[in-house]
């Protein structure tokens, strides 16, 4: 026998032990995840304004940015005004010189965008629009595209919507995803959906998701602007119907599930929403969420539970963009910060002039960060850029340093 062969069997043998035991199975697994599971990916959707040049974004802290919006016309992805989104478009492909990897997208729809319904309603009308979208992503060189069609078989602000909607919205999804998949680079697709369940008794996901890689689901204005009551737009963690029992916003939720105008007594949020998609059988990994760099304001809101789950004198203010929330809110004495533990949100309560306020702040969105990191999601998205603060410590800010540790 060889001697090299009779010194070298021990260690062999110690080889094939370690390899076959079940500690080195976890260590080698937990190894490939560390290595396969990609940062979460950061989705800017951006509308282009005067004083936030394409020069003037933080690319290096995003993955993708979406340019909102091009719209339905003629049966047409098209800009509503070429002459003056065309060049900002074309200034923001520009900035991948500075950020290599970043994918520039072009969304279409937005909400109370029409013209989904028709565009979509035969094989003729679809091949009309998916041909004007790639030469649209040809002429500006984009890395993909976003639906944003709101809504299949539910009419949004008045929109068109028709039953066949659900199989003709999947119909375009395939054809759309053909067409991406003639280039030569790879092309992503995407589409904005609804953060709350009936939505997806409209969508066809486990086709859908064949063709999308992404669903960037639209966790805010979980109480929309029609809303007389007040709670959480965009809140993180579940909170059950028990957790607000004696408030009005309980009683008028409870009021929609006992007649029937709601299938759910519950408050919305990210978190129900993400694991319904997951028991639905959505892959985790096609999942992103969104962060809100804006509130809602409420007037007419009386003090009890800092104005939380209260209902208001009937006026919705509207949205307030978060750099005006930095600027004019979060100084004044008169407007108080509060942190609900259960719904992991913030809300502001203003006693002097009965004003509550729904946001997102940098503490709550570095905890969706940190919740889609721990999930295994895709990613987070947020509406919209313009909002954030351009002062440091902005939200934009505490979601990359999140995704980073």
């Not at 929109?159 to 199989?167: H, K, L, P, S």
């Not at 697709?189 to 859908?208: C, N, P, Q």
């Not at 889609?372 to 509406?383: E, N, R, S, T, Y």
Request: with cysteine.
């Amino acid at each position: 026998m060889d001697r090299k062969n009779v010194i070298l069997s021990p260690f062999i043998i110690l080889i094939f032990i370690l390899v076959c035991s079940p500690l080195s199975k976890q260590q080698t697994q937990e190894s490939l995840d560390a290595e396969t599971l990609p940062e979460p990916l950061i989705m800017a959707y951006y509308v282009p304004e005067r004083n936030f040049e394409p020069e003037e974004i933080p690319v290096e802290k995003l993955t993708h940015i979406i340019f909102s919006f091009t719209n339905v016309i003629d049966g047409e992805m098209r800009l509503r005004k070429p002459e003056v989104a065309g060049p900002k478009l074309e200034a923001l492909v520009r900035q991948k010189k500075r950020n290599p990897d970043l994918k520039v997208m072009i969304a279409c729809g937005g909400w109370g965008a029409d013209g989904f319904s028709d565009m979509a309603l035969t094989e003729e009308s679809r091949t009309k629009f998916i041909n004007s979208a790639s030469e649209f992503i040809k002429r500006y060189q984009l890395d993909g595209m976003d639906m944003d069609w709101e809504y299949p078989g539910i009419s949004g602000a008045g929109t068109m919507a028709r039953e066949g909607d659900t199989q003709n919205f999947t119909a375009l999804m395939k054809g759309l995803r053909g067409m991406l998949d003639t280039f030569k680079t790879p092309k992503v697709l995407t589409f904005a959906s609804a953060g709350w369940k009936r939505y997806y008794d409209h969508i066809e996901m486990g086709e859908v998701m064949k063709y999308a890689d992404y669903t960037n689901v639209m966790t805010y204005d979980q109480v929309s602007g029609v809303s007389e009551y007040t709670g959480h737009h965009t809140p993180l963690r579940d909170v059950r119907s028990q957790n607000i029992t004696g408030t009005p916003f309980h009683d008028y939720l409870d009021s929609l599930y006992q007649t029937g105008a709601n299938s759910d007594p519950h408050p919305r949020s990210s978190q129900k929403i993400v694991d319904f998609l997951i028991k639905e059988g959505v892959d985790p990994k096609q999942i992103v969420i969104g962060g809100a760099f804006y509130g809602r304001v409420w007037k007419g809101v009386p003090p009890e539970n800092h104005g939380l789950y209260q209902k208001s004198g009937g006026i919705h203010i509207g949205w307030i963009p978060y750099h005006q929330i930095r600027k004019s809110y979060e100084p004044d004495p008169d407007f108080q910060r509060y942190w609900d533990d259960s719904a992991k949100a913030p809300f502001m309560y203003n006693s002097v002039d009965s004003l509550m306020v729904s946001y997102d702040d940098t503490v709550s969105v570095a905890q969706k960060t940190e919740y889609v990191k721990a999930k295994g999601l895709g990613g987070i998205m947020f509406w919209e850029l313009g909002n954030d603060t351009k002062e440091e410590g902005s939200l934009l800010d505490a979601i990359y340093e999140a995704a980073q540790e």
